[in-house]
């Protein structure tokens, strides 16, 4: 009886393994095909963000470098893309946190730059045709503080088409993960510096990595990180940036783009 039990048990191995081998074999398959459309998913991933117009998310920005202790800010933004402002890619309501608390409003409204800070009560107008400068410069700030992909014309930090094209940046899959809630792919790529002998800080390599949620190929995260040389010491710098809600294309009116928004 018991080697009879023997004999059935080493008959079920024996049947069951073309199963897991072709279950093993799948799964193989699945990975290899999804680390070579590393490349494909971000070029979907660009196309889509191209075409965004308008929208609104919450977003959070983390910055540290090997001089600096990580910085964390969250904002939420309304913005809509312009044609042809020299100022700003977009026009844009935003409003930043500070532990919790809104503790400045920005605002660009195609004709003047409006901020708030509740921390000293201090306000300010930026017109265009007298300080273009100087309003650009903040605009580009805050959008830096902001989720880029939706709000840039070109949607840095993506890769562009002619990025595409380069030998010196490698594509990578990553994995599967979740953020925020979302089902995501995570990409990588990595790009090798040629630097001249004449520079004083020399990057060695740039490491892009992004996160694009499965349902839409929308990016909702990406990190952004660099290393350099700088008097034979090497210096690390990354950015992280990640967007906890969004809404895009469904901005039906500029009321949210007055001054009339920002606190007197």
Known sequence: MVLNDLFTLQLQKIYNMPRLLILLFCCCITYFTQAQDAKELLKKCFEKCQAINNGHFVSTVAHKSELYP???????VTFRKTNNDTVSPCLFYAQFFLKGDVNRYTLYTGKEYASYSSVGDFGEIVPNDKYATDALTKCRSDIYQSFEPFMMKNSFPLPKYSDFESQSTNYKFI????????KCWHVQTTRTIK????????YNKYTNEYWINMSDTIPVQYLLASESLVDRDTRIYYKKVAVESYELDNITSDALFKLTVIPK
């Open 175 to 182: 994995n599967i993960e979740s953020v925020n809630g979302f």
């Open 195 to 202: 630097n001249d002998s004449t520079q004083l800080i020399k």
């Open 70 to 76: 990580e910085n964390v800010s969250k904002s939420n």
